[in-house]
């Protein structure tokens, strides 16, 4: 297995290893995820219907309200949280959410290298995949 590895920038540490939720489409956080469920529930979205509790989050960025950085912490509290984020670009709504919640993440990544991953994993700043 011929693995391939992305340096990015750490918005909060941390290393794991699961498999890949991703979409090219930004996400919109508050209003978008169930907190109680960690079911997207974004209408039109890609990823509508999808579960986000122990997955590696992979999208461009964020839309909507500030609130997103609570949502992202109480689907934290509410054991739904993913396993980690990865951004192309992380802007306030995540980085605020990911540092309360103790979830990694990391930008400036060129997302579409890892459209076809089935899993990641993230150590040290650095995300490696096949």
Do not use: W
């Amino acid at each position: 297995m011929n693995s391939k590895v992305i340096a990015g920038r750490i918005i909060h540490p941390g290393n794991c290893k699961g498999p890949i939720l991703y979409t090219e489409v930004p996400l919109l956080i508050y209003g978008g995820i169930d907190v109680s469920t960690g079911i997207i529930l974004e209408e039109g979205h890609p990823l509508q219907g999808e579960c986000i509790q122990d997955k590696i989050l992979v999208f461009p960025r964020a839309k909507g309200s500030t609130v997103g950085s609570y949502t992202l912490l109480q689907v934290k509290a509410n054991h739904q949280a993913p396993m980690a984020i990865i951004n192309e670009h992380c802007e306030p709504i995540i980085a605020t959410g990911v540092i309360m919640a103790r979830i990694p993440c990391i930008d400036e990544i060129d997302i579409k290298r890892l459209k076809h991953a089935n899993q990641l994993e993230i150590k040290e700043g650095n995300i490696m995949y096949c």
